[in-house]
């Protein structure tokens, strides 16, 4: 039995990412804002007692990141998988700020969000990473990250695009850092999924499709992947 570590994981992406990881007998600890709002949660808890541990965290503070630690190390002494799925459409969540209206404020707290608290949370969680088997940093990503194929503006603001790809720059860095501890870090485009996420409610992909796909990848990584931009297919992206 796996020990999964889920952050954003009451909803999307992250719902999914449990629910896949549950029928495959993992033990799973979910971690979310305002956890006691999700009935999903709240179900399936029902039907994994043993397996599934729900906990409350906001990623961006470090008491709470402590917090959760301590609340692990009384269940195992070791993560084997964490999945940094927590993340922000933008620092309003209403409004993508474009050029000429720009709040600095909500662009700050997309880059604490989605790149800081990421690399802040894997920092906390190493002493159990390192006694984890086969341990692995996974990192949701975006495309919207991706330099190389920005054209124009597009449809990500600035705040999405700039902390993915800050996102992505601290997986490289982590994965040569972690690799003398034989720790994988790698960074998912996860696909335009259809989610409850702002801006995501007609995209064309399942999220049980590609949570399938990204599992199927997860276990076919080696430490000669570590620091990679895969997409949900395992093919290596452009940084």
Not at 55 to 77: A, C, F, G, M, P
Not at 113 to 132: D, H, V
Request: charged letters at 25%.
């Amino acid at each position: 039995m796996r020990n999964i570590l889920i952050t954003g994981g009451s909803r999307g992406i992250g719902l999914e990412f449990t629910k896949q990881f549950l029928k495959k007998g993992d033990r799973v600890f979910v971690a979310s804002r305002k956890p006691e709002k999700s009935t999903e949660l709240r179900e399936l808890k029902e039907h994994y007692k043993k397996q599934l541990n729900i906990e409350q965290l906001d990623v961006s503070n470090e008491i709470s990141r402590s917090q959760l630690y301590e609340k692990i190390t009384k269940v195992t002494d070791r993560i084997d998988v964490l999945i940094n799925n927590a993340g922000i459409a933008s620092g309003n969540e209403k409004f993508r700020y474009q050029f000429g209206k720009l709040n600095q404020e909500d662009l700050c707290r997309s880059l604490l969000i989605n790149a800081i608290s990421p690399l802040m949370l894997s920092e906390k969680l190493f002493p159990l990473l390192r006694k984890g088997k086969n341990p692995i940093v996974v990192n949701i990503s975006s495309i919207s990250g991706c330099i190389s194929s920005k054209k124009g503006n597009g449809s990500t603001g600035y705040g999405y695009s700039s902390s993915k790809a800050a996102l992505n720059m601290y997986t490289k860095m982590l994965s040569l850092e972690l690799k003398k501890e034989k720790i994988i870090v790698i960074s998912f485009h996860p696909g335009w999924v259809r989610t409850t996420m702002l801006y995501c409610e007609n995209a064309p992909l399942e999220p049980q499709v590609s949570i399938k796909g990204m599992i199927a990848v997860i276990e076919s990584l080696n430490l000669q992947d570590s620091g990679k931009f895969l997409d949900w297919q395992g093919n290596e992206l452009p940084w």
